[in-house]
């Protein structure tokens, strides 16, 4: 595999994308699992493929049109959460299929014959092109830089929002801005895994991390270091394996969260002694 | 010389849906006084609180706080929030000591800003104060209901606020704990005002200074001897009363120590 990295730039391409995903996963994961937004980060996906349909449709980069989909989508949620008292659950539901229809619609509609979705849908990480890679480079130190300078801002917010707003911080704005956060970091893993399988590498990594401290901070690198790991073993395995990187690095996490909940009991000992 | 007043409301009314929570409330509390709220549960306690401190806007009516417009006074830090313990995730990953200086946030926060040695050395002092200093690296998830509860005071003394809302502090808590809880409060007088929401009306008596019956509508406020005609008008039901294990003739008694 050291071989085909140093010959090929796809595989170049897929390790940089790999590195840079878990580290979004770490720190968005962590974000989502505790504020339990699993199905909303699974709404705004899948919304996503609207977006890469209408790239197809309309000719530009289908990971432009992803990208405006789920920061659409979830600044969407955010606003009609304010002003109706639709229950959250059923709009997410609403929009997930809604953007899914929207991306087979585009995609009838697209001239000549009809792309390979599948890429899209189950992921990829061999395909991702030196594009998609800058892109992804500019999202992860975007996502990184905003949260590690307003880490203290944030911490208060995700605790207790209410709070945050009564001592004079612009919690609203940071609603916004934690959805937007969100949808980004969906848009750099479904390249990784794929449309479908993107909740995995978003949650479990955290899963697993949450098992071991109970401090936000750790919690998120641990959760990158954990992503890490488990998905350029997935991208070796697959590569020696011939199969599918995407469905190889969620078999992978699944694993290894078992096997976490197997050495809990002797990690949280040791973990105690520490203390 | 008139009373300064910390909080007023006008005439302000809140529904959700088509349920009316607060009807036309309009009420002042004193500067520099400990007065309590009481009512029943449902009585619109909690959203006249969240009135008090934006989180809630009023379909109408206007909220000042010492003269000035909420949003200011909040912007201002001039607001301390202890919201209802029991609402929390109790699994959040955030020790004792964060919780508190994360009271201290300023608003307009540079990038890369750490906390102050001041505000360090501020949380170490309201850990220390409450009884919390050998506390401060647990989760909290790892506390009691009391511990957690001092925990959200000292969260909202940390910004040093003018005026403090509490919501059902001593729900869920034994005696003891409780009236170290009033005596501490009580102490932040008269620097600090005030207002607590509570239906638990054994405490009352003897730490406040003036006491607002709310039910949908201010039933009775004032310092004056409260009347069971007031208290039936707020809690209508008895059962309401019964629920919370106080029954009306407690609270007759407790009127002479309210006296003095």
Redesign the interface.
Known sequence: MIEAILNYQFMQNALLTAIMASVVCGIIGTIVVEKKLVMMSGGIAHTAFGGIGLGYWLGFEPILGALIFSAGSSLLITSIKRKTNTNTDTMIGILWSTGMALGILFIYLSPGYPPDMASYLFGDILTVTRFDLYVILGLVLFTVLVIVAFFSKWLSYLFDDEFSFVIGMNTRFMDYFMFLLIALSIVVLIRVVGIILVIALLTTPTAIAKRFTFDLKRLMILSSLIGMGISLTGLWLSFYLNIPSGAMIILLLAASFFLSTLLKKEKKTSMNKKN | MGTKYAVSLTKVNVSF?DFQVLSDITVKFPASEMSAIIGPNGGGKTTLLKVI???IRPDSGSVQIFDKDLNKA????W???V?QAAQ??RK????VE??I???T???H?L??K??SQEDIQNTHDILNQLGLLELK?R?I?QLSGGQLQRVLIG??LA?DPKILLLDEPTASIDTQTKNQIYQLLHNLIPQMTILIATHDMSAISSYFDTVACLNKKIHYHGSDPLTQKAIDGTFGCPVDLIAHGVPHRVFQEDEEIYHD
């Open positions: 849906e401190t934006g989180l909040r912007e201002q830090g607001l301390g929030y919201p929390f995730d959040f990953p955030i020790r964060e919780v200086l994360s009271g946030l300023k608003n926060l990038p890369f750490r906390y690296k989760q998830g969260r909202a910004k």
